[in-house]
């Protein structure tokens, strides 16, 4: 599949859009380095240009566009962008970003319509959602990238390695090349001062849990989710090593069997202690060494999956919170 710019007939609207309030300081025509070509997902991408009307569905994207600086490429964005996620400048970027909806249905997946986005004549859609597919957009002439971690099937093992790619991946997307070097030399200077702190792995044996509020299934990350190179870096056994999928239904009496010294709960959203009672309340949880010594960390689910820049800051959270023997 090629992707490009919006067909002929909207032309003439993207260019004046585009001049309202686009960034101006991308090539706004086919320039040096261009057209660039991507795969995602199994799917060729081709760009002629550097986008510049950017439509968010999901907010794992935020921390690769701060960081290369083309925020102000995004005109819409759709979904949930914790606070707690981002500096004050990222921050002040998102802000100043419409906000299409937040709507979701009760699993958490993002409710929109294909006529809303269609509407912001995006030149780039980044995050796929249940009820807006790639196929949809592309029959638009609209491009979509998803985080390669999140795409249908993927069978790939996460590595903090993928956040330097993907970084890599978004520069040559946007014509910040250099930018993305840049990026990706602090990313792992900052990689390899968590490591020396760490030293010598301790041994400790942990989960990543999420747990579901008010009752429910609680799922546990295996070693096809960030969770399992993010406990390592930090020194750290996964009790679920030896689960190849990335996420799957999990219930006390295994967690039990496994008996984890550490656990660490993820959330979307909400009070973190009524995430750590959706655990801690199910009959048995009680008998747990982690809840016992209460050995436990909540954590937002972006900190840890998919692999961005924000995995790294999860990581720091963690060493920080259990670095003490805690």
């Known amino acids: 599949m ?17 001049g309202c309030g686009g960034g101006t300081d991308g090539p706004t025509a086919s320039g040096p380095g261009f057209p660039v070509t991507v795969t995602n997902c199994g799917v060729d991408v081709t760009f002629d240009a550097a986008p510049q009307r950017v439509v968010l569905l ?6 690769y566009l701060h960081a290369l600086g083309v925020m102000d490429r995004v005109t819409a964005r759709a979904g949930q962008y914790p606070r707690e996620y981002y500096d004050a400048a990222a921050l002040a970027e998102l802000d100043r970003i419409p906000l299409l909806t937040d709507r979701t249905d009760t699993s958490g997946h993002l409710q929109i319509s294909k006529e809303v986005v269609i509407s912001q004549q995006p030149d780039l859609v980044l995050g796929e959602v249940d009820n807006l597919s790639r196929d949809t957009l592309s029959a638009v002439d609209i491009p979509l990238l998803e985080e390669p971690a999140m795409c249908p099937d993927s069978t790939a093992v996460p590595t903090f390695d ?3 790619r993907q970084l890599e991946t978004y520069g040559r997307v946007f014509g910040r090349e250099a930018e993305a070097s ?5 990313l792992r200077e900052r990689m390899a001062t968590v490591q020396a702190e760490v030293g ?3 041994g400790r044996s942990a989960a990543v849990l999420y747990p579901t509020i008010g009752g429910g299934v609680t799922y546990a990350y ?28 999990v219930t006390v009496e295994e967690l039990l069997g496994r008996d984890p010294d550490v656990l660490i709960l993820l959330h979307s959203d909400g009070d973190p202690k009524a995430v750590e009672k959706a655990l801690t309340g199910l009959p048995g949880a009680g008998n747990l060494t982690a809840v016992r010594e209460g050995r436990i960390m909540t ?3 972006n900190f840890t999956e998919p692999p961005t820049p924000l995995s790294i800051d999860g990581l720091e959270r963690i060493v920080r919170h259990f670095g003490d023997g805690t």
Not at 2 to 18: D, S, W
Not at 182 to 186: G, I, N
Not at 224 to 249: C, I, W, Y
């Open 200 to 202: 010598t792995p301790s």
């Open 58 to 63: 999901k907010s794992a994207a935020v921390p």
């Open 162 to 164: 993928d956040i330097y």
């Open 182 to 186: 840049t990026a990706v030399t602090a």
């Open 222 to 249: 295996g070693t096809g989710s960030m969770a399992h190179p993010q406990l390592t870096a930090a020194g750290l056994r996964n009790v679920f090593g030896d689960v190849k999928q990335r996420v799957f239904e």
């Open 299 to 301: 954590q937002l689910f």
């Open 2 to 18: 090629k992707a490009t710019r919006l067909a002929a007939a909207t032309g003439a609207a993207l260019l004046v859009l585009a």
